[in-house]
């Protein structure tokens, strides 16, 4: 592979492009390859991105890796701003696809840092091609069976589907952000606003290109194997979208993993905590001690305590009853709020309706100290009793429904007897 040096502006120039012959189609790989003299020899360390990610995404992440081995961002079709659709790949065929580019650039072995949607083909290619992966890294990863997180990510199709770019983009930023955590990770109203309108603006293509990423992660049946070579897996302490023990379950699969959790971030930990991300991605790529980095812990996966998975406290309102509406049968229920927090509520119907189901798509809450309707999605029900899930759709109201739960709520009787006991112990 030929390598240049690196620079702010190289970074930003037009991608080097390689065309692959796969499975009777050409396809594309768009890449930059950069490396500073003196470290020809190293293993590359590619990068493979999430949604919404370019190049320049991981700029302070190359710019640190570069110091020691040669960089490669890589978008395969219709990943990162390679703008060819592929709806006929799985992504089991993007891990194929990677090994040919490997191939086609005559590179023997690779390190892998594979980040939220990158995560899964990282994992593909290194199970599926050991003899070329010498390390691999991977931030923000799940299995994709989580009731919950399939929910949200058919409802975003949806919305793409029916145009609605507002809801779709409040959507993204909720599922992205842990709104509930703001305090602890630092994201301001400005980076929310700032993603909110970069998602807007997709146009005709990226919209395409999502809405396919996202159809093969629902396609994708689970990891069959796992990788075999040395493996870091990466997650923010208050990562809702991908939870951090999801990622450890994915990392006691792994048969020389170590799990690491970014402390005060969520699932774009390497954005909110830049510093201690890089360090970290950088020692493991250098097969250093992960011990002592500041804003970090390091846990042996099969010791991690994954018996509290919430990341959110419930809590039950005062005032009761409340309206649940169904829109497209223009029909109301009252109901009792069990609990409730950002990401969703436990509902108790006053009068039983078995029409209720995971089937309802128009169920509106009526919360009347915000002014605002919030759209659920049923996911469990048990007699009178509804576990739903709360899909935000305008960020104001998502705004106005963290105000509510901050200020007008009392704790669950659970989380306030925990609340008392840590009290006591103080």
Not at 16 to 35: D, L, N
Not at 73 to 91: F, H, R, T, V
Not at 198 to 211: G, H, S, V
Not at 396 to 416: M, P, R
Request: aromatic share 8%; hydrophobic share 40%; with cysteine.
């Amino acid at each position: 592979m030929q390598f240049s040096r690196f620079s702010a502006a190289a970074l930003k120039a037009a991608p080097s492009i390689c065309t692959i012959r796969f499975q009777q189609q050409i396809y594309k790989v768009e890449f930059q390859a950069f490396c500073e003299p003196g470290n020809e020899h190293r293993t590359p360390v590619l990068f493979l991105g999430g949604a919404f990610q370019s190049f320049s995404s991981f700029r302070s992440e190359a710019e640190r890796v570069l110091t020691t081995h040669p960089v490669i961002l890589a978008d395969l079709p219709s990943q990162g701003s390679n703008d060819q659709l592929a709806p006929e790949l799985s992504l089991e065929d993007y891990a194929d696809l990677l090994n040919l580019f490997c191939d086609s650039q005559s590179l023997q072995r690779i390190t892998l840092l594979g980040i939220s949607y990158g995560s899964a083909m990282a994992t593909l290619f290194a199970h599926r091609h050991p003899q070329k992966t010498e390390r691999l890294l991977l931030s923000g990863i799940t299995c994709f069976r989580r009731d919950s997180l399939i929910t949200l990510l058919e409802d975003s199709l949806d919305l793409l589907a029916q145009g609605d770019m507002q809801a779709f983009a409040t959507t993204a930023v909720c599922n992205l952000i842990n709104h509930s955590r703001l305090t602890e990770t630092d994201v301001s109203p400005t980076y929310r606003r700032l993603l909110f309108r970069q998602i807007t603006r997709l146009n005709d293509n990226e919209r395409m290109r999502y809405a396919q990423n996202t159809k093969r992660l629902l396609d994708f049946a689970g990891f069959t194997g796992f990788p075999q070579c040395p493996t870091l897996i990466a997650t923010g302490e208050f990562d809702n979208f991908t939870l951090p023990a999801e990622n450890a379950a994915v990392a006691r699969q792994c048969q020389q993993a170590v799990f690491a959790v970014i402390n005060n971030a969520d699932h774009l930990a390497q954005f909110e905590r830049k510093e201690a991300a890089t360090e970290l991605f950088h020692r493991f790529m250098k097969g250093d001690s992960l011990e002592g980095i500041q804003g970090t812990e390091i846990f042996n996966p099969q010791a991690f305590d994954s018996a509290d998975q919430r990341l959110q406290s419930r809590q039950r309102p005062l005032a009761q009853p409340y309206l649940l509406k169904d829109r497209s049968k223009d029909k109301h229920h009252e109901v009792r709020i069990k609990n409730i927090n950002f990401a969703g509520c436990e509902l108790e119907l006053m009068q039983s309706d078995l029409s209720l189901s995971d089937n309802c798509k128009s169920l509106w809450l009526e919360i009347p100290h915000t002014g605002n309707s919030y759209h659920v999605r049923i996911l469990a029900r048990e007699r009178k009793t509804l576990r739903c899930l709360i899909i935000q759709r305008d960020l104001n109201h998502a705004d106005e429904l963290l105000d509510y739960l901050k200020h007008h709520l009392l704790l669950s009787g659970k989380d306030q007897q925990a609340k008392d006991n840590q009290q006591k112990m103080a």
